[in-house]
């Protein structure tokens, strides 16, 4: 029996088009970690690439996520896709992200970073207060709006004394960030899997931070991953306390790698509800890529989080 050739083209270009059509929309090829055919990897990208961005979320990358690669290509990477900024710089990569015309979308100071040794323990205000004075005075210069900073290890502590301890070191320099238009944003992490004994391990933790501090200049950075580990309820809290939210990370939960459907958060409608409050601030993917392709995770972590 001879099979007409046409008709066999035809019939390839239709599974084609319906494994891109489902590569696109995270369906059940990608789920399960099938390796797609090159062909069909090169026309996600083209596809990608030839869809604008729909504006309706601030789209940013964590730099930490891709340090196999030199800053200068994440850069291009990422103007590439069609997005403008990089999370989590310090002020010597600053001049680099500008070079590209990003955004840093999250700064670090140009001091020490340290999740364990934070604003919780009364040993560590000195130097922490001179550190973020200069920093947010760097941050203002650059043309930046947001700082991170951490609460650092229980150590024993309860969390009324280490939230008593923090009001009492930022206290110190709210009035600089205020003054200057920066905010200062406190991460929450878990300390169930990834970050043992971390003290801002709960979203009611950081809000009460917020109200006793009492300065609009002071926010969480609500991760994504790390609350739904230890609370869960994720969309719940953002609709409930999204004022004190003031930006967001994403992650597969679990292990933190890519945020499609091989992990069991629904990150289309997560979006859709922080779009709704009204955000206007950044969302940036803090995954780590777990497939061969970093960059086409990238790209399809943005897709997803594009509502």
């Known amino acids: 029996m001879r099979i007409n050739q046409r008709f066999i083209a035809m019939a390839?270009?239709?599974?084609?088009?319906?494994?891109?059509?489902?590569?696109?929309?995270?369906?059940?090829?990608?789920?399960?970690?099938?390796?797609?055919?090159?062909?069909?990897?090169?026309?996600?990208?083209?596809?990608?690439?030839?869809?604008?961005?729909?504006?309706?979320?601030?789209?940013?990358?964590?730099?930490?996520?891709?340090?196999?690669?030199?800053?200068?290509?994440?850069?291009?990477?990422?103007?590439?896709?069609?997005?403008?900024?990089?999370?989590?710089?310090?002020?010597?990569?600053?001049?680099?992200?500008?070079?590209?015309?990003?955004?840093?979308?999250?700064?670090?100071?140009?001091?020490?970073?340290?999740?364990?040794?934070?604003w919780n323990d009364l040993k560590n205000h000195d130097w922490l207060i001179k550190d973020y004075l200069d920093g947010i005075q760097l941050v203002a210069e650059a043309g930046y709006k947001n700082l991170i900073c951490f609460a650092g290890n229980r150590n024993g502590m309860d969390d009324e004394t280490g939230l008593k301890n923090c009001v009492t070191g930022l206290k110190q320099i709210m009035p600089l960030a205020e003054k200057l238009g920066v905010t200062i944003q406190i991460e929450l992490f878990n300390s169930r899997i990834d970050h043992k004994d971390y003290m801002g391990d709960k979203s009611a933790w950081g809000i009460?931070?917020?109200?006793?501090?009492?300065?609009?200049?002071?926010?969480?950075?609500?991760?994504?991953?790390?609350?739904?580990i230890d609370e869960g309820d994720i969309i719940r809290s953002i609709q409930d306390n999204h004022q004190y939210f003031g930006h967001y990370h994403t992650a597969g939960v679990p292990g933190r790698h890519e945020i499609d459907e091989r992990q069991e958060l629904y990150y289309p409608a997560i979006m859709r509800a922080i779009v709704a409050t009204g955000y206007k601030g950044y969302v940036a993917q803090e995954f780590m890529p777990k497939d061969a392709d970093h960059i086409a995770s990238l790209k399809t972590a943005i897709k997803i989080c594009d509502v």
């Open 208 to 228: 009460e931070l917020c109200k006793q501090l009492g300065s609009p200049n002071f926010k969480i950075l609500f991760d994504i991953y790390h609350m739904q």
């Open 12 to 118: 390839s270009n239709v599974n084609r088009r319906n494994l891109l059509k489902q590569v696109l929309t995270g369906s059940a090829a990608l789920a399960a970690g099938a390796v797609l055919p090159t062909s069909v990897l090169a026309s996600v990208n083209e596809k990608y690439t030839a869809d604008k961005l729909k504006g309706n979320i601030n789209h940013s990358v964590c730099r930490w996520c891709y340090s196999d690669m030199p800053l200068e290509n994440l850069c291009k990477v990422v103007n590439e896709i069609g997005f403008g900024a990089i999370d989590l710089l310090k002020p010597n990569e600053w001049p680099t992200a500008k070079k590209y015309g990003l955004d840093v979308s999250m700064c670090y100071t140009a001091g020490e970073t340290s999740l364990t040794k934070g």
